[in-house]
Every structure is written in C-alpha cells, then in structure tokens.
C-alpha cells in the first residue's frame, strides 16, 4: 500500500518570495512516480509537476521546483518569486502502476500569496 | 481536443434519493477513475473503469455505491439512497491505455454532491 503525508495544512508567503512544502511517502515499489497537483478555489485539478522515482535529477518547472530525497521518502515543492496565482491547496501524490492504477494523494497545504 | 467532462456540476439530493454522476473522458482515452473529495481532505480514490470492465473498485463503499463504463456513452457513478455523509466533490480522472510507466491521468472540473 502507499501512504502519502504533508504536515503542514496552511502555509502563507509574500508576493515575490518564496514557500517550501513539505511531503513524505511510503511505498514498497521500485518504479513510481510523484506528483504536485494544484487546487485553485475554482476546484479544478492542476499537475503542477511530476518526478520519475529512477530519475535522480530534481524536477522543475519555471518557477516551481521539487527535491526528491528518495532514501528519505521526500518530496518537496519549491514555489519561488509567488505569485498572487498561486495561492491554492496543493496536493502531494503517488503512483505506482505495480499498487494498482490509482493516485494516492496527501491532504493537502493550503498556500496563502499576500500582496 | 475537449477536456474530461462531467456533469452536472452541481447536484442536491435529499437523503434517501439517489444521485447519478455523469463523466466523459477525453478523445482516445479508455481508461476512467473515480476520486472522491471529502471537505478539508485529499481526493481518495474509488474505482478504476476500462470499457465494460471494473479493474479496480477496492476504494468503493461496499453498499449503495456503483460504477459502470459501457461501451457507448459516458462513465456513470450512482449512489443509492444517499446520506449527508456523502456530501463530497466527485472527480472523474481519464488516461490512454498504457502497458508500463504511468500515462498522466487529466482530471474533470467535479461534480459537488450536496445532500440535505
């Protein structure tokens, strides 16, 4: 079974600065993938980023970025220069086609952008 | 290339009636997922659809609850003689067949579930 964790419910940040969010998993499977989805207020499911667990180097997306520490099940999402935009929940997720076709997903952070 | 429709997008049933969740998956794709999104929660997932076919539906309550993607038409969740305990954000998933790896799976804008 996978289990994925965020500790942090509510995290806020200045308008040009930059918020880390936190995330751990646990998995019993070699072959898998993580993922950061978005959710604005307007509830739709946004893939923000996405990391193969055989790749070592860290995935980016313009301004958003992750570090995979995969002895340390951890997964955690770079937001940098925020923007109003992003303020949403954003879910940490896993996959793995070996534990059935199914995302497991966190419970989220809720991530406030002040102007 | 429309996106992964579902409606409606907003339904409000009494307690006891029965609610019926409509989802088309994209152009070419013949896989489906259901999630549900309890308030303040992670989406969890329900059941996994193939055409005809239930792959995986560990995630379904075991009563009142049940899914269907037939050959023609869209996926259909229907829920049994709903209970406010159901009030939930339904979110249907589609992706492309795949033998390995992980196709991405595009997500429907939801169907809120209200039951009073």
């Known amino acids: 079974a996978q289990t994925v964790t965020q500790s942090q419910p509510e995290m806020s940040v200045q308008e040009a600065e930059t918020v880390t969010l936190s995330c751990t998993y646990d998995t019993s499977e070699n072959n898998y993938y993580l993922f950061w989805y978005k959710q604005p207020p307007s509830r739709q499911m946004i893939l923000v980023i996405r990391?193969?667990?055989?790749?070592?180097q860290n995935a980016t997306e313009n301004r958003f970025s992750v570090n995979f520490q995969k002895a340390a099940k951890s997964f955690s999402l770079k937001i940098s220069d925020s923007q109003l935009g992003d303020t949403a929940m954003y879910f940490c997720a896993a996959f793995s086609k070996a534990a059935g076709n199914k995302l497991t997903f966190g419970g989220g952070t809720r991530v406030l952008v002040k102007p | 290339n429309a996106g992964v429709m579902q409606n409606p997008r907003h339904l409000v049933r009494r307690r006891g009636q029965e609610a019926r969740l409509r989802c088309s998956p994209m152009k070419g794709h013949s896989h489906v997922y259901w999630y549900r999104q309890l308030p303040e929660e992670g989406l969890k997932f329900m059941v996994y659809l193939q055409k005809e076919n239930i792959i995986d539906e560990s995630g379904m309550p075991k009563e009142r609850f049940s899914a269907e993607f037939p050959k023609e038409g869209p996926s259909i969740l229907r829920i049994q003689q709903v209970v406010r305990g159901d009030s939930a954000a339904y979110f249907c998933?589609?992706?492309?067949?795949?033998?390995?790896?992980?196709?991405?799976?595009?997500f429907g804008p939801g169907t809120r579930l209200t039951v009073l």
């Open positions: 990391q193969e667990a055989y790749k070592q």
């Open positions: 998933a589609s992706s492309p067949p795949t033998l390995y790896g992980y196709n991405e799976q595009f």
